[in-house]
């Protein structure tokens, strides 16, 4: 049975940096397709980070770009999102996601595995 497990998260001061860590196990096949999101509550969900394809093509959302940046271990079923220059803006629960569909990735993708969340919180 898949089990997804997210670490890495906690409390950072604004301009920090941060680094979550996600591990897929017990899937039956490699997976194509990792990406980050993350929710505040009262808000939609917001997909902020896409790994994908054999030639790791990423994605980011206009939030992070330049601040965020994501990678993936196949090896280890593992995918990263360090975190740099940290805004209040940036509190939120974090989840990754993962599915082994191949082809074009994207925050649409009904992806088959998530992780149970993590909080990141900024703040002074």
């Known amino acids: 049975q898949a089990h997804v497990a997210q670490s890495g998260g906690g409390t950072v001061q604004p301009g920090g940096s941060l680094t979550l860590s996600c591990v897929v196990s017990g899937v039956p096949s490699g997976l194509n397709c990792y990406g980050w999101f993350r929710q505040v509550p009262g808000k939609e969900r917001e997909g902020i980070a896409i790994?994908?394809?054999?030639?790791?093509?990423?994605w980011y959302a206009d939030s992070v770009a330049g601040r965020f940046a994501i990678s993936r271990d196949d090896a280890k079923n593992t995918v990263s999102l360090q975190m740099h220059s940290l805004q209040a803006d940036d509190t939120a629960m974090y989840y990754c996601?993962?599915?082994?569909?191949?082809?074009?990735?994207?925050?649409?993708?009904?992806?088959?595995?998530w992780g149970q969340g993590i909080q990141v919180t900024v703040s002074s």
């Open positions: 790994i994908y394809g054999i030639w790791d093509s990423r």
């Open positions: 996601a993962a599915d082994p569909g191949d082809g074009y990735c994207d925050t649409g993708r009904p992806f088959d595995y």
